[in-house]
């Protein structure tokens, strides 16, 4: 199986900072990944496909990076809402396995 | 638009088995592939399966030994998927999750079910 593994765990921040979340796969999964958002109580929302690609609706803040094996998702401002935890995914091969998550707090 | 709308909350005690259904609308069924994912309380997302909505075809995670099975209703466009022999640790939030794609092959979740608790308690 391949594993995710994302860093920080969890980071403080305030309104206005740049954010940047790191994944890392265990072998190169080509740019078969995904970032998702989820808030407490909700199902995880659909940011980023491809690594870098911006699903439908979702601000331009947000922004992904990365082939291989090493991946980034960027907020360039952090916005009130976007205080929640990140998940990358990898569909290169099943099992399609989670990063274990990164929690924004506000600082 | 996009609906995929889960059953409720259930609470089983060991041993017993839990279907957990998903219908869909907004979209055809048939052409998009379901998974079924699910998180344990204050735990990071866990794949377990999926199922080819168009076949029938299924491929599940090893974790789950044979315990889990998804099918597919196609008159209803519903998924179900069924765990046995359940244990404490089986206590979860389990979420389906319809699969897009690009036009080169990279998948990804881009529907989620709302979510069905499922309880696990003597």
């Known amino acids: 199986d391949i594993q995710m593994t994302q860093s920080p765990s969890s980071l403080s921040a305030s309104v206005g900072d740049r954010v940047t979340i790191t994944c890392r796969a265990s072998?190169?999964?080509?740019?078969?990944l995904n970032w998702y958002q989820q808030k407490p109580g909700k199902a995880p929302k659909f940011l980023i496909y491809?690594?870098?690609s911006l699903q439908s609706g979702v601000p331009s803040r947000f922004s992904g990076s990365g082939f291989g094996t090493d991946f980034t998702l960027t907020i360039s401002s952090l916005q009130p809402e976007d205080f929640a935890t990140y998940y990358c995914?990898?569909?290169?091969?099943?099992?399609?396995?989670f990063g274990q998550g990164t929690k924004v707090e506000i600082k | 638009q996009v609906q995929l709308v889960q059953s409720g909350a259930e609470v089983k005690k060991p041993g017993a088995s839990v279907r957990v259904s998903c219908k869909a609308s907004?979209?055809?069924?048939?052409?998009?592939?379901m998974h079924w994912v699910r998180q344990a309380p204050g735990q990071g997302l866990e794949w377990m399966g999926w199922?080819?909505?168009?076949?029938?075809?299924?491929k599940y995670s090893q974790n789950f030994q044979g315990r889990v099975t998804i099918t597919r209703d196609t008159s209803a466009s519903t998924t179900y998927m069924e765990l046995s022999s359940l244990k404490s640790d089986d206590t979860a939030v389990y979420y389906c999750?319809?699969?897009?794609?690009?036009?080169?092959?990279?998948?990804?979740?881009?529907?989620w079910g709302q979510g069905a608790l499922v309880t696990v308690s003597s």
């Open positions: 999750a319809r699969v897009g794609a690009t036009t080169i092959g990279i998948y990804f979740f881009d529907y």
């Open positions: 907004g979209y055809t069924f048939n052409n998009y592939a």
């Open positions: 199922i080819n909505a168009d076949n029938g075809d299924t």
């Open positions: 072998q190169s999964i080509s740019s078969y």
């Open positions: 491809a690594a870098s």
């Open positions: 995914q990898q569909s290169y091969s099943t099992p399609w396995t």
